[in-house]
Protein backbone atom coordinates (compact mmCIF):
# COMPACT_ATOMS: atom_id res chain seq x y z
CA UNK A 1 0.00 0.00 0.00
CA UNK A 2 1.27 3.63 -0.79
CA UNK A 3 0.00 6.68 -0.31
CA UNK A 4 1.95 9.45 -2.70
CA UNK A 5 1.44 12.58 -4.18
CA UNK A 6 1.04 14.72 -7.53
CA UNK A 7 3.72 17.34 -7.35
CA UNK A 8 3.51 18.27 -11.11
CA UNK A 9 1.24 18.14 -14.28
CA UNK A 10 3.15 19.05 -17.60
CA UNK A 11 1.09 19.54 -20.81
CA UNK A 12 1.94 20.65 -24.88
CA UNK A 13 -0.47 21.57 -27.30
CA UNK A 14 1.69 20.40 -29.78
CA UNK A 15 4.74 17.33 -30.17
CA UNK A 16 8.50 18.51 -29.80
CA UNK A 17 7.80 21.83 -28.24
CA UNK A 18 8.49 22.59 -24.59
CA UNK A 19 5.99 21.11 -22.01
CA UNK A 20 4.28 23.53 -19.52
CA UNK A 21 3.43 23.47 -15.73
CA UNK A 22 0.22 24.03 -14.93
CA UNK A 23 -1.43 23.62 -11.49
CA UNK A 24 -4.66 22.11 -12.96
CA UNK A 25 -5.89 20.51 -15.72
CA UNK A 26 -9.72 18.32 -16.91
CA UNK A 27 -8.67 15.09 -17.39
CA UNK A 28 -11.57 13.24 -20.03
CA UNK A 29 -11.85 9.61 -19.97
CA UNK A 30 -11.05 7.91 -23.26
CA UNK A 31 -9.15 11.50 -24.50
CA UNK A 32 -6.64 12.46 -22.12
CA UNK A 33 -5.68 15.55 -20.58
CA UNK A 34 -7.58 19.08 -21.77
CA UNK A 35 -4.85 21.18 -23.49
CA UNK A 36 -2.18 18.14 -24.41
CA UNK A 37 -0.65 17.28 -27.77
CA UNK A 38 -2.56 13.41 -27.09
CA UNK A 39 -6.17 15.12 -26.41
CA UNK A 40 -5.67 16.79 -29.40
CA UNK A 41 -4.15 14.01 -31.56
CA UNK A 42 -1.11 15.98 -32.03
CA UNK A 43 1.25 13.71 -30.74
CA UNK A 44 3.59 11.35 -32.07
CA UNK A 45 1.22 7.79 -32.22
CA UNK A 46 -1.11 5.90 -34.28
CA UNK A 47 -4.67 4.86 -34.15
CA UNK A 48 -3.81 1.37 -32.98
CA UNK A 49 -2.11 2.83 -29.84
CA UNK A 50 -5.00 2.90 -27.71
CA UNK A 51 -5.58 4.55 -24.20
CA UNK A 52 -1.99 4.14 -23.30
CA UNK A 53 -1.56 7.86 -24.55
CA UNK A 54 -3.89 9.44 -22.88
CA UNK A 55 -1.99 10.32 -19.82
CA UNK A 56 2.23 9.51 -18.86
CA UNK A 57 3.35 9.53 -15.24
CA UNK A 58 7.40 9.67 -13.76
CA UNK A 59 8.13 9.81 -10.58
CA UNK A 60 10.38 13.08 -8.84
CA UNK A 61 12.85 9.71 -7.93
CA UNK A 62 13.50 8.25 -11.39
CA UNK A 63 14.87 12.28 -11.94
CA UNK A 64 16.84 12.73 -9.14
CA UNK A 65 18.26 9.46 -9.58
CA UNK A 66 19.59 10.65 -12.87
CA UNK A 67 21.10 13.44 -11.05
CA UNK A 68 22.92 10.79 -8.74
CA UNK A 69 23.70 7.51 -10.90
CA UNK A 70 24.61 9.31 -14.05
CA UNK A 71 25.26 13.17 -13.62
CA UNK A 72 22.79 14.09 -15.88
CA UNK A 73 20.52 17.30 -14.67
CA UNK A 74 16.68 16.66 -16.45
CA UNK A 75 13.59 18.81 -15.91
CA UNK A 76 10.29 17.25 -14.89
CA UNK A 77 8.97 19.09 -18.02
CA UNK A 78 11.94 17.92 -20.36
CA UNK A 79 11.07 13.92 -19.15
CA UNK A 80 7.80 14.33 -21.80
CA UNK A 81 5.59 13.26 -19.05
CA UNK A 82 2.32 14.29 -17.98
CA UNK A 83 2.58 13.95 -14.57
CA UNK A 84 4.94 13.89 -11.71
CA UNK A 85 4.62 11.88 -8.71
CA UNK A 86 6.11 11.17 -5.19
CA UNK A 87 6.34 8.25 -3.36
CA UNK A 88 4.06 6.01 -5.65
CA UNK A 89 6.08 3.15 -7.11
CA UNK A 90 4.74 3.50 -10.96
CA UNK A 91 6.13 0.60 -12.35
CA UNK A 92 3.68 -1.64 -9.66
CA UNK A 93 1.09 0.21 -11.28
CA UNK A 94 0.80 -1.69 -14.31
CA UNK A 95 -2.96 -3.54 -15.20
CA UNK A 96 -3.60 -1.92 -11.61
CA UNK A 97 -6.21 1.17 -11.39
CA UNK A 98 -5.30 4.08 -9.27
CA UNK A 99 -7.08 7.38 -7.85
CA UNK A 100 -5.10 10.87 -8.50
CA UNK A 101 -7.54 12.93 -6.40
CA UNK A 102 -10.98 11.69 -7.65
CA UNK A 103 -9.84 10.73 -10.75
CA UNK A 104 -9.48 6.87 -11.34
CA UNK A 105 -6.66 6.05 -14.07
CA UNK A 106 -5.65 2.12 -14.85
CA UNK A 107 -1.80 1.96 -15.67
CA UNK A 108 -1.44 0.51 -18.95
CA UNK A 109 1.82 -0.14 -19.75
CA UNK A 110 5.65 1.16 -18.58
CA UNK A 111 6.78 4.08 -19.97
CA UNK A 112 10.06 3.52 -21.60
CA UNK A 113 12.15 6.03 -22.87
CA UNK A 114 13.03 6.10 -26.29
CA UNK A 115 15.82 8.36 -28.94
CA UNK A 116 13.37 10.85 -29.45
CA UNK A 117 13.63 12.18 -25.61
CA UNK A 118 17.39 11.60 -26.04
CA UNK A 119 16.98 13.52 -28.74
CA UNK A 120 15.39 16.76 -27.13
CA UNK A 121 17.54 16.59 -24.18
CA UNK A 122 20.68 15.06 -23.52
CA UNK A 123 22.83 11.72 -24.03
CA UNK A 124 22.42 9.40 -21.53
CA UNK A 125 18.89 10.06 -21.10
CA UNK A 126 17.62 6.67 -22.73
CA UNK A 127 19.87 4.33 -20.48
CA UNK A 128 19.71 6.47 -17.34
CA UNK A 129 15.59 6.09 -17.78
CA UNK A 130 15.43 2.32 -18.61
CA UNK A 131 13.21 0.97 -16.54
CA UNK A 132 12.17 3.29 -14.14
CA UNK A 133 10.63 5.85 -17.38
CA UNK A 134 6.90 6.09 -15.90
CA UNK A 135 3.83 4.29 -16.94
CA UNK A 136 1.23 5.01 -19.37
CA UNK A 137 -2.49 5.45 -18.09
CA UNK A 138 -5.88 5.34 -19.05
CA UNK A 139 -8.43 7.58 -17.80
CA UNK A 140 -11.03 5.72 -16.41
CA UNK A 141 -13.21 8.47 -14.36
CA UNK A 142 -12.20 11.79 -15.36
CA UNK A 143 -12.02 14.63 -13.46
CA UNK A 144 -10.15 18.05 -12.61
CA UNK A 145 -6.36 17.03 -11.51
CA UNK A 146 -4.54 19.44 -9.34
CA UNK A 147 -1.10 19.56 -7.90
CA UNK A 148 -0.97 18.69 -4.36
CA UNK A 149 -3.51 15.75 -4.94
CA UNK A 150 -3.11 12.04 -3.02
CA UNK A 151 -2.06 9.24 -5.41
CA UNK A 152 -3.64 6.23 -3.86
CA UNK A 153 -4.38 2.79 -4.85
CA UNK A 154 -8.72 2.00 -6.20
CA UNK A 155 -9.43 -0.41 -3.82
CA UNK A 156 -12.63 -0.69 -5.02
CA UNK A 157 -12.09 -1.66 -9.00
CA UNK A 158 -14.89 0.91 -11.06
CA UNK A 159 -17.18 -1.07 -12.48
Do not use: W
Amino acid sequence: MFQGELIGIFVTPRKSIDLQAVERVEAVAGQGLVGDRYFAKEGTFSEKDGPDREVTLIEIEAIDGLVHEYELTLTPAQSRRNLLTRGVPLNHLVGKTFKIGTVTLRGIRLCEPCGHLERLTCKGVEKGLKHRGGLRAQIVTGGTLAVGAAVVPNVTAPS
